[in-house]
Each structure stands twice: as C-alpha cells, then as structure tokens.
C-alpha cells in the first residue's frame, strides 16, 4: 500500500516539475528516489536518491536568451539597446542534467543545454516541492550568424571570442535568465574593500579623507559614489573585462 502511494506521488511529482506551460520538447528520464510521508508535500520533502533527465526539440517561453545578451552587450558599448523579438522565446535542440536529490533538493553539476546558436553549461538546484531553481551557467556562443536574428558583426566578433556567466533564478514556470555581471562585480568589490579594511587594521594606514577633506597626498578625496553610479560602474567594468580581450 505504502509503495503504491508513492509511486503514484512520484509519478505527481515528475509531472509538475516537467509538465509547464511555458516549457516544450520531449522528455525522456529516470528517477531513484525514495521518501516517506502522510501527505505529497511531506514525501518530496523526504526525497533522497538521483534523477537524470534529457529534453529534446523544445523551446522555454517568455525568455529570450540571446536578447539579454545582445542586451548587456550594448549597455557596455553605450549603443542603443536592441529590441526584443516578441513574443519572447528561446529554442533547444537538448536540455540535460543529472544529480542528487536530498531532502527534496535536486542538485547537479552537469547541466548543458545546447541552443542552434549557443552552448549553455553550468551547476545549481531545483526544489523539486517549489520548482524554485538558482543555476550559475556560462554562456558560449557560435560563429553561426545565420541563426542569429538581427545581429550585427560586431556583436558577433564580441560575442564569439568570451564566455559570458548567466544567473537563472526564479521558478521552472517564471525563470528569471539574466548575464551575471552585477554578482560578480559587487563580491569583487566586496574583497576590494575587505582588503582595505585589513590593510588599515594591521598596516596602520591612515584613514582616509573624507569628502571634501584632503588625504595624506594634499589631493581632495573624491566625493563618494551613490548606490546607483556605483552599480552603473561595476557593470561596466565587469562587461569590459567580458568584451575588451
């Protein structure tokens, strides 16, 4: 009785992590799994053992891979952004994975996902309860300018020679896909300062000016940057070190 019942949540489980609306393509996946529980919610939160899944010929609706990259692009080249392609969506010829499932988190390392234009590989989870997903992906694109709608040759020459990193977050049925430059810069930024502050401490270093003041060189220290000028920075910089190779 109680296998049965499982077998039937398993089974309910599988088809609300793969079965969205804004998802398509033919699944193909095993699953090695065991929980106890009274209740659905209680068994996939006891969910431990291993799943492998492969998607084929499909595409995820409402996100536009290539628009956020074309669109980061411009942000640092200061061109005008390009503009979508409604409605938005990105095509896959595969989508694969394999991992652990414990206590209802699935993770894995192994994620690559394979585009007519591009490559996506990367690690992070899926909560197999929630469908939330948190995926660290680098993005590399191919020279194949005729998959690539609209763009220009410039782009492409930007595009073919670096690996840009992606942030996925979100939900399975509302993912936010975005290039993953303000993390990145802002926990650099973060040791920058870390490193200052260790150097004042142990050094002796003099602190520094405040604004308007001038610093140990006679030179006025400059005025201190807002939160938004600060993050328009990073990302610049950040894309510069993406582009400018």
């Known amino acids: 009785m109680n296998e049965k019942i499982a077998d039937v949540n398993l089974a309910a489980m599988a088809k609300a992590m793969f079965d969205q609306d804004n998802i398509s393509g033919t699944i193909n996946g095993g ?64 989508v694969r994975a394999t991992g652990v499932v414990a206590k209802g988190i699935f993770t894995n390392d192994d994620f690559i996902a394979e585009l007519p234009f591009l490559q996506l590989t990367g690690s992070g989870m899926v909560d197999l309860v929630s469908t939330e997903i948190d995926y660290a992906m680098q993005v590399r694109v191919f020279d194949r300018p005729e998959f690539m709608s609209g763009a220009t040759e410039a782009e492409l020459a930007d595009f073919s020679k670096t690996v840009v990193p992606l942030k996925i977050t979100g939900s399975l049925s509302s993912p936010s896909v975005r290039p993953d430059i303000l993390e990145e810069a802002l926990e650099e930024k973060k040791e920058e300062l870390k490193d200052q502050l260790l150097d004042r401490l142990l050094g002796g270093d003099a602190e520094p000016a405040t604004d308007g003041e001038a610093g140990a060189d006679g030179e006025a220290a400059p005025e201190e940057e807002s939160e938004e000028d600060l993050e328009d920075r990073l990302k610049k910089e950040l894309l510069k070190k993406l582009f400018d190779r």
């Open 31 to 94: 699953f090695i799994l065991a929980g106890s529980g009274l209740s659905l919610t209680a068994i996939q939160r006891d969910l431990d053992g291993s799943m492998s899944f492969e998607l084929k010929d499909g595409a995820l609706e409402g996100t536009d891979i290539w628009y956020q990259l074309r669109r980061a692009r411009a942000m640092f080249r200061q061109e005008a952004v390009p503009e979508p392609v409604l409605p938005a969506r990105t095509e896959f010829s595969a």
